[in-house]
């Protein structure tokens, strides 16, 4: 009976344990995320060249449609 009695918490632990770790199992098991079968598009390479033309249309339009060129903006940022 004294075995028993000395047994009686570390079971009780140990059930406890297992309950927390069956539970956190069956909650990640439920939780998985779906992976989009399209991500491949978004992690392809670059290319390793660029069309510098299509390089000068955006800097062409950045000065076109911008009140403030990014340079400019910055050191305006960096008075304040």
Known sequence: MDIIKKATI??????????????????Y???QVE??????SYVSQLQK?????ELENVSRRTR?????LPEVFFTLVGRD
């Open 29 to 31: 098991e439920s939780s």
């Open 10 to 27: 570390p079971l009780m632990m140990l059930l406890g344990l297992v309950v927390v770790w069956v539970g956190l199992y069956i909650y």
């Open 35 to 40: 992976i989009n079968p399209q991500a491949d």
């Open 64 to 68: 076109d449609h911008f009140p403030v």
């Open 49 to 53: 060249t660029f069309d510098l033309e």
